[in-house]
């Protein structure tokens, strides 16, 4: 899968204009849930907790068009919980949305 580093900017742009400073608060706010639900991931110790924080993490990429992000959630459902490359793999996701 490919990743395009400025679809969260594009889509934070698409959604609230040219609004540099309420850009970058919805930025954080939609890194730090991101970041919430892949903890609850990386904690999970039953399927239901684990495929409910995928999900989640699913939902909110999909709200912002982070097709990439999306896909690997719906991967990580289909998972054990805790299984390392999944979460890894989400990890390395959220971590290049942070850079970008």
């Known amino acids: 899968m490919s990743y ?3 679809a969260l900017n594009a889509a934070l742009a698409a959604a609230v204009g ?6 970058a608060d919805l930025r954080v706010a939609f890194l730090e849930s991101a970041e919430r639900h892949l903890d609850l991931m990386s904690r999970a110790r039953c399927d239901a907790n684990w495929e409910l924080a995928a999900w989640r993490l699913k939902g909110l990429a999909a709200s912002f068009g982070l097709t990439n992000l999306m896909a690997l959630a719906d991967e990580a459902v289909e998972a054990a919980p805790g299984d390392p490359r999944a979460l890894q793999r989400l990890r390395s996701t959220i971590a290049l949305l942070q850079q970008g």
Do not use: K, Q, T, W
Not at 18 to 23: K, T
């Open 18 to 23: 040219e609004d540099a400073v309420l850009i």
């Open 4 to 6: 395009d580093p400025g």
